[in-house]
């Protein structure tokens, strides 16, 4: 939904902080509604040989995630799916703007794929469910924690999967594209071997604001998935640098999507 015209931004205005919330408590309503639908058969997929399992819960996931989207009056189109080559398997680092970034990101993700997520939004109840099943958590107040999850996600691109991070660490609230990176995507990548394909998200912020409480605003978002990056010959750092270069420089070009 396209509600810029001539400078006058009807998401923005009065009106806009109404239907904001409005909207928020349909989207509220459709999300709890099909999530009980879905978590039944997810539950299903915890006793499946992985990574069939995981692959099995992706496209339950996309499939609510889909429905939620329909109905709420938003879509995702994602651009670069043919970034992935048959039989391998990928560290995908995602930009992260909004709360809507990692319901949509698991499921665009071709192949069956893990999220690194934290470990409170797993306490939830029935939402948890869904959440821990595709996900690795992590306590990041525990050094114990932070290791575990580090020898997790290596096991997770050990048995054929992709591994999703947000290297960010936080959601961005900046006025910049993209905050610092973190250093464990690409630690994993050198120590792996594993190339890294980055995802920038388009609009999620306008979904779902981090400035806006209880606010939801319909609207196309796009996932774009850009050409592999090779840890070959790089440290962690130069392959940090050398990656958010790329993304900023992106997002920047692409900034008419906003």
């Not at 610092?180 to 920038?200: C, M, N, Y």
């Not at 090779?230 to 392959?239: E, I, M, R, T, V």
């Not at 990656?243 to 420089?249: D, P, V």
């Amino acid at each position: 939904m396209n509600t810029k015209k001539k400078g006058f931004s009807l998401r923005d205005s009065i009106v806009g902080a109404i239907l904001g919330r409005i909207f928020a408590i349909w989207a509220l309503i459709v999300f709890v509604v099909s999530m009980l639908i879905i978590v039944i058969p997810v539950a299903f997929t915890n006793g499946m040989e992985e990574p069939e399992g995981t692959e099995k819960f992706r496209k339950f996931g996309k499939a609510w995630i889909h429905s939620f989207l329909f109905f709420s009056g938003c879509r995702i189109k994602p651009q670069g799916v043919g970034s992935f080559m048959p039989n391998e398997n990928y560290i995908v680092i995602v930009n992260h703007n909004s709360l809507m970034d990692i319901p949509i990101s698991t499921p665009e993700i071709p192949g069956p794929n893990k999220t690194i997520a934290k470990v409170e939004l797993s306490r939830i109840p029935i939402f948890g469910v869904i959440y821990k099943r595709g996900s690795i958590l992590v306590d990041r107040k525990d050094p114990d924690s932070r290791r575990d999850s580090y020898r997790q996600m290596k096991g997770v691109l050990s048995g054929g999967m992709h591994m999703c991070i947000y290297p960010e660490g936080t959601r961005n609230k900046t006025d910049k594209p993209l905050k610092e990176f973190q250093d464990g995507a690409f630690r994993l990548s050198v120590e792996t071997g594993k190339a890294i394909i980055p995802a920038l998200l388009f609009n999620t912020k306008k979904v779902l604001p981090w400035d806006k409480p209880f606010f939801f605003w319909p609207s196309k978002m796009e996932m774009h998935f850009l050409p592999p990056i090779y840890p070959d010959g790089l440290d962690a750092k130069q392959l940090k640098d050398k990656c958010h270069q790329i993304m900023s420089g992106y997002y920047k070009m692409h900034e008419h999507l906003l």
